[in-house]
Every structure is written in C-alpha cells, then in structure tokens.
C-alpha cells in the first residue's frame, strides 16, 4: 500500500556532505510526522530527526548543528542534509513515515530499506 524509498547514501569524507532523500508513495492520503533514523552495526536503530507537517523539528544531540531535516509535502518527500560528516556518522539510514491510508481513519508507521552512509578517507 505504502512504499518509503530512500537515496543519496553513499561514500564521502570526513567533513563532507551527503543529502539523503525519501519518498514516500502509494495510497497515501496524509503524512503525519517524517523522520530518519540510523543503525550501527550491531546496535538499535535510534532517531537522528523527525519533522511534523507544519515543519516542527527534533534532532538527536550528537547531530545537532550539522543535519538539517526539511520536507516536501506536495511530493511526500523527507531530505536529510548532512554537513561536516564524521566517521562516527557511518551507518545505515532508514526514514520513516505516519501515514493515513486513503480509507482509513488510523495512522501507521511505514519504514523504508535504508541507504548506506560510509564516512571515510
């Protein structure tokens, strides 16, 4: 019913920039609240940043000052700008959405595959 696809991950240095995109498709009638997360090897998926529909934002600490979330609502779309990268940024980024199925009353989370992000010189 619903599809979040990530894009944009890749390789870059330390103090590079990436900018992730996710877009989110399907019967979708309204998304609430968007956000990225990210995963460590071996560790919890844990949230990096999360955007309302009127653009309310929360970032994690460690990411404060260098990532920017922004949204597209006309397009159903989630950015993450990533500026002065570190290698301790290195790992698997997944979006999510709060969606409203056409039909429905409720909201679900939706989660895409993820993108990889390396870090490194």
Request: aromatic fraction near 10%; include cysteine; hydrophobic fraction near 30%.
């Amino acid at each position: 019913q619903v599809q979040l696809v990530e894009s944009g991950g890749g390789l870059v240095q330390p103090g590079g920039s990436l900018r992730l995109s996710c877009a989110a498709s399907g019967l979708i009638f309204s998304i609430n609240t968007m956000g990225w997360y990210r995963q460590f090897p071996g560790k919890e998926r844990e949230l990096v940043t999360k955007i309302s529909r009127r653009g309310n934002t929360n970032y994690g600490d460690s990411v404060k000052g260098r990532f920017t979330i922004s949204r597209d609502n006309a397009k159903n779309t989630v950015y993450l700008q990533m500026n002065s990268l570190k290698p301790e940024d290195t790992a698997v980024y997944y979006c999510n959405g709060d969606v409203q199925v056409f039909g429905t009353e409720d909201y679900a989370v939706y989660w895409g595959k993820g993108t990889l992000v390396t870090v490194s010189s």
